[in-house]
């Protein structure tokens, strides 16, 4: 049964991984993209947020928090590894840049990469990782199918519409069915996290990083709300890469994917309340732009 239960969130992760990016893909253009990142404001906004100052905050909590080593080593190697694969989705989910999700996932994730290996093993002992280890499947899961929606959008311009929305719905039913198995497969972890008062530390993790991202990602609300989620939905696929391959206590996979389950929950549940909050600001600075508009008529 367990077995049965591992295989389909895998079979589910793959599916919502695959169908978002292709998805992406079919819906963009490689200038659409780019065009984001062609602010150098926001590019080291992004950079900052998610290589700095959130290592050192989880650094530092790590440090305060009385918890046992595996779960320390377990927050440390999420608070480094940003880039997370479902970033895409979870900008549709917010009503957020998709374009810029998908600009800012790569460039997250080509840092991770390079970052990782260089900065994990000053913080935690007895990790040895490689660039290419974490690099090769998110290569393979994310960017291939990318690149395969963008050639589709770009030569088969009048299918690319028809099938973007199946895919989509393709890999909003892997979310789903993702985390229902997830939530059942990690329950008893997530009850022993409650035990030990990790969990709260996880949602402290989890603030943190959305207020900073959120903060930084101006002067757009609609980038503003993807960095927010960017930066708190960290990159759960190459820190459990380095987890199943650095550690054998289990707890340090168990903090790996409680944490990057709750960030998951979270966004779902209040991405939505943002875009309500949101809203009214944006209503009143259309008024004010109104306004000026016929004061100077």
Avoid at 16 to 40: D, H, K
Avoid at 86 to 91: D, Q, S
Avoid at 223 to 234: D, F, H, S
Avoid at 248 to 270: C, H, K, Q, Y
Wanted: glycine share 8%; net charge neutral; charged share 10%.
């Amino acid at each position: 049964m367990n077995e049965l239960l591992v295989l389909t969130d895998k079979l589910a992760l793959f599916t919502f991984i695959v169908c978002t990016m292709l998805g992406a893909g079919l819906s963009l253009t490689i200038q659409q993209i780019w065009e984001p990142l062609r602010s150098p404001r926001l590019v080291v906004s992004s950079l900052l947020a998610n290589f700095v100052l959130v290592p050192i905050f989880i650094y530092l909590l790590v440090q305060i928090v009385p918890l046992s080593e595996p779960l320390k080593d377990g927050l440390l190697v999420m608070a480094v590894a940003s880039g997370p694969p479902a970033l895409p989705k979870l900008a549709q989910i917010v009503k957020g840049n998709i374009a810029f999700s998908v600009g800012l996932m790569m460039l997250l994730m080509l840092g991770t990469i390079f970052y990782m290996p260089i900065v994990l093993p000053l913080v935690v002992q007895g990790v040895e990782i490689n660039s290419w280890d974490i690099g090769k499947p998110l290569l393979l899961l994310m960017v291939s199918p990318l690149v395969i929606g963008l050639l589709i959008k770009a030569k088969f311009s009048a299918i690319a519409p028809i099938i973007q929305p199946i895919f989509f719905k393709l890999s909003s039913a892997g979310l789903l069915l993702g985390l229902v198995v997830r939530l059942f497969i990690h329950t008893n972890d997530i009850i022993t996290l409650l035990k030990t008062g990790a969990i709260f530390v996880c949602a402290v993790f989890i603030i943190f990083s959305f207020s900073v991202g959120y903060l930084l990602g101006g002067p757009g609300i609609d980038t503003q709300r993807v960095l927010g989620v960017g930066t708190a939905q960290r990159n759960f696929a190459a820190a459990l890469l380095v987890g199943t391959s650095n550690f054998s206590d289990p707890n340090v996979v168990s903090i790996i994917m409680v944490t990057s389950l709750l960030m998951m929950v979270i966004v779902l549940i209040i991405g939505p309340k943002f875009i309500e909050i949101d809203q009214p600001a944006d209503a009143e600075i259309k008024q004010l732009v109104l306004k000026q508009i016929d004061f100077d008529r």
